[in-house]
């Protein structure tokens, strides 16, 4: 699909990229789960679709702290946040990888309120509450509520 013209072939490069990115990423070969995920983001804008591009930089962070990159991925998610915010429309996926980078370089207060907005973001979302219930809990639980 690289190689090709077929305009409806080269639709799928963003989803493809993505989808390899994190098949790396769950084996745990950052580096190139992160090349993929660069790859995602010219791909999605090429689509001229705004929310893939976010999810697509929101990777690239992720893929970042897997690798010890946190100020790098700290600089992404903040820049999401401010989007996000300034959009009306937060994010809870960007408050929870805040919450990570921010308690992995030991800034725990900050961290809690991050967590506690991701809770109260993600919580909303009947779908994460249904699949992912320990991670819900785990939210919870460094956002200091009770």
Do not use: C, M
């Not at 799928?12 to 790859?39: D, M, P, V």
């Amino acid at each position: 699909t690289e190689r090709t013209s077929d305009a409806r072939a080269r639709r799928w490069l963003a989803s493809l990229y993505n989808n390899i990115g994190w098949t790396y990423h769950e084996r745990g070969e950052y580096a190139s789960a992160l090349a993929y995920f660069e790859k995602a983001v010219p791909a999605w804008e090429a689509r001229d679709d705004p929310r893939g591009v976010r999810i697509a930089r929101w990777t690239v962070a992720r893929a970042y702290r897997s690798l010890g990159r946190n100020d790098d991925a700290l600089a992404i998610q903040r820049q999401l946040e401010a989007e996000s915010v300034a959009a009306n429309a937060p994010d809870g996926y960007v408050y929870e990888e805040l919450g990570e980078l921010l308690l992995a370089n030991g800034e725990r207060a900050a961290a809690q309120a991050h967590f506690a907005r991701a809770f109260e973001l993600l919580g909303g979302d009947a779908t994460f509450r249904a699949n992912e219930p320990e991670r819900l809990a785990r939210l919870r639980r460094l956002g200091g509520i009770e």
